[in-house]
């Protein structure tokens, strides 16, 4: 006998599980379909970013920036440090409990919000009942409204699969258990400079090769060049404008053939290699063909600007949608979603979603880039700000990158700011807030912030606007 439920959410990512959050509180009686597993066959809730995505990798990222703090920079501190070693078994151990600590979580939320969940696949099998049945397993489901929120895989390169031992996607990067010596990554984009940055702290000498003749070519132009200062400083070693050709594994590791940017023959010879050059949409065994759920050239389902596919009371949000692979959009979408079912007018700005890449420096960014507005044709005044001037920077020994505000010409609405530095990732919250309410470069400005803080260069950066810093 099928079970049935008002809304029936496929996928327990942060699109999924914060849309059935939302849906349970709006008084819906909610089911969450789940397919991931844990070492040990559990259920392991909140998908690629919770499992192999956002959280493991920020993990990782803050044990490999400790020991490189003790290894280089602590002497600064008059912290002095004698037999430093890396134990890479305990910090793998480490990332798989601030894991679990999630998984648990949303198990957690689940049971206070009355949804009830089940493990496993979830499936189209037909229209029924002026509604769809889902299939998971042996269970049958039917619901009112389903919303599909299947998140997305790590995309192979052609020929060369992942075996996750020697060709690694962000899953098996996340479990490499020792520092390997030499270390290729494919792939600049943010999967390929967190996890390249990981392994460079401990040790590993990094070789990214990037297809792209521009790095970071989504970034404004001059953050990146910015950031790109930075790493090269660090040893990470950064191949722009190169063609990947026949790709190697053995007993010794990976061989790499590429054409380089001057169309130049080299082999690159590394005991591992991570694949990072995007995630495709993930629809396998969703049954779309069985309801005739309507897919784009990508794969990915298509739907309209409220997240509404071609099938009555069918929705999908997150990665398996158009739209940025985030997790907080796919969270804004769920929740928009929710509320659309229940009649009220969900809201997603896509022009105020903010970027981070959790590299040291992070880089964040909020609305547009200065070649976006070129291109446009907008009038805009932009304004920087160094960390170098800031106080607090100063004090925590981290003064690289800058703030970079973009405003309007005539209103002095804010367009766009960039971040490369400090705690970018926290601090572009503030300019999200200031453009999603339209504020004016003047507005942040005027606003008094805490001295010393890394903040005050967000407020510097405005004032720069108008050519009127006061520590710069």
């Not at 849906?23 to 559990?42: M, R, S, T, Y």
């Not at 530095?421 to 339209?438: D, H, K, N, T, Y």
């Not at 805490?450 to 050519?467: G, I, Q, R």
Request: with cysteine.
């Amino acid at each position: 006998m099928s079970k049935n439920f008002d809304v029936i959410v496929i996928g327990g990512g942060p699109g999924g599980y914060i849309a059935a959050i939302r849906a349970a509180q709006l008084g819906f009686n909610v089911a969450c379909i789940d397919e991931w597993k844990n070492a040990k066959g559990g259920p392991a809730l909140g998908g690629t970013c919770t499992n192999v995505g956002c959280i493991p990798s920020k993990a990782l990222l803050q044990s490999s920036e400790h020991y490189d703090q003790a290894s280089h920079h602590f002497a600064d501190h008059g912290i002095s440090v004698s037999g430093l070693e890396m134990d890479v078994g305990r910090m793998i151990a480490r990332k798989d409990i601030v894991v679990k600590q999630n998984n648990d979580g949303i198990q957690y939320l689940f049971k206070k919000n009355k949804i009830t969940f089940f493990h496993g696949r979830g499936t189209f099998a037909a229209a029924k009942d002026g509604g769809y049945e889902i299939t998971v397993g042996e269970e049958s489901l039917v619901g009112k409204h389903i919303v599909i929120a299947t998140g997305s895989n790590a995309r192979a390169l052609p020929g060369t699969p992942f075996d996750e031992e020697l060709v690694l996607s962000n899953d098996g990067a996340l479990r490499v258990g020792a520092v390997p010596k030499k270390l290729g990554l494919i792939g600049s984009g943010v999967i390929g400079l967190e996890m390249g940055s990981v392994w460079r702290r401990l040790g590993a000498e990094v070789t990214i090769l990037e297809g792209l003749p521009t790095f970071l070519g989504a970034v404004d132009e001059q953050i990146a060049k910015e950031a790109k200062k930075a790493f090269d400083k660090q040893g990470l070693k950064i191949n722009l404008g190169v063609k990947v050709g026949e790709i190697k594994t053995g007993k010794k590791g990976v061989n790499i053939a590429y054409t380089d940017a001057k169309g130049e023959a080299q082999l690159l010879d590394v005991d591992k290699l991570i694949v990072s050059i995007g995630r495709v949409p993930n629809t396998i065994g969703l049954g779309a063909e069985v309801v005739g759920l309507a897919l784009d050239e990508r794969g990915a389902i298509t739907v309209d600007g409220d997240c509404k596919t071609n099938l009555p009371n069918v929705w999908a949000v997150g990665d398996v949608v158009r739209g940025p692979m985030l997790a907080h959009k796919a969270e804004e979408e769920g929740v928009a979603v929710a509320e659309r079912i229940a009649g009220q007018h969900g809201h997603v700005n896509f022009n105020t979603v903010p970027w981070v890449i959790y590299t040291n420096p992070e880089i964040a960014w909020v609305g547009q880039t200065e070649q976006q507005l070129k291109g446009a044709g907008r009038a805009y005044k932009a304004g920087t700000f160094p960390f170098l001037a800031n106080g607090r920077a100063r004090a925590l020994g981290d003064t690289t990158g800058m703030v970079k505000m973009l405003a309007d010409a005539a209103t002095d609405e804010i367009l766009g700011v960039h971040i490369v530095g400090p705690q970018a990732s926290e601090l572009i919250a503030e300019c999200v807030m200031a453009m999603e309410f339209r504020a004016s470069a003047e507005d942040i400005a005027r606003i008094c912030h805490a001295h010393p803080s890394l903040s005050e260069s967000t407020k510097e950066a405005a004032l720069a606007v108008d050519k009127r810093t006061l520590n710069f």
